[in-house]
């Protein structure tokens, strides 16, 4: 007589258990399929290459490079200019030769139009452009690139900042550094340059620092 309830209970149990398999194993083959596998769903992957684990740059007064000749400063500017980059903005950065070849132009016009696409986010975003040698054609970078940031990172206290941008085709690339100064993300300037654009947007509207 008192076996009956139990197995009453029992069945309701079983019954239950088969009800939120059914409901619970679609949630975990996306999730295994998502987080377990390399498939992404097509609208949420990012154009560019993510850096993982995102670096921390390091802190670096680097002497700005000024764009308009002035022989009483000579190469750069003075010492009070010396900027410290990638904090509290956005940042596009260029890793090159500060001659500025073929490949240097294309970045940085990529660069260029992508800021200014940003329209009214474009305040958050900073130009950076970092001169490994060859300092500088100061002509070109005044007149088709007003407001970049041009910093002389040619001497040894450099080093370790550049040894952080990945080198692989590094004078096509374009680089995304965040407000608290963290590398995280790589573009091939040569491709569709929407990509960085749209991957730009969602983290400006992500983001509430910057």
């Known amino acids: 007589m008192s076996t009956a309830p139990a197995e009453l209970r029992a069945g309701k149990k079983r019954t239950l258990a088969a009800l939120a398999a059914l409901f619970l194993l679609p949630v975990a083959v996306a999730f295994v399929t998502y987080y377990g596998t390399a498939w992404r769903p097509a609208h949420r992957v990012n154009h560019g290459v993510l850096i993982l684990p995102a670096r921390p740059l390091p802190q670096l007064a680097l002497p700005r490079v000024s764009l308009v000749p002035d022989a009483s400063v000579g190469s750069h500017d003075d010492a009070a200019s010396a900027s410290a980059p990638f904090r509290d903005r956005w940042s596009l950065v260029y890793v090159g030769r500060g001659a500025c070849d073929t490949s240097c132009r294309g970045a940085l016009y990529v660069m260029r139009q992508t800021r ?6 474009m305040t958050r975003v900073e130009r950076v452009f970092l001169v490994s040698g060859d300092c500088c054609d100061r002509p070109f970078l005044a007149s088709e690139h007003p407001g970049l940031l ?19 085709g590094r004078e096509h690339t374009l680089f995304v550094v965040d407000p608290l100064g963290n590398l ?16 730009l947007k969602k983290l400006l509207k992500l983001s509430h620092i910057g």
Request: cysteine-free.
């Open 116 to 121: 200014l696409a940003l329209n009214n986010d």
């Open 150 to 168: 041009v910093l002389a990172a040619t001497g040894a206290d450099a080093r370790p900042l550049l040894e952080e941008f990945p080198s692989p």
């Open 184 to 199: 995280m993300m790589s573009y091939d300037a040569r491709r569709d340059p929407h990509g960085l654009l749209e991957d």
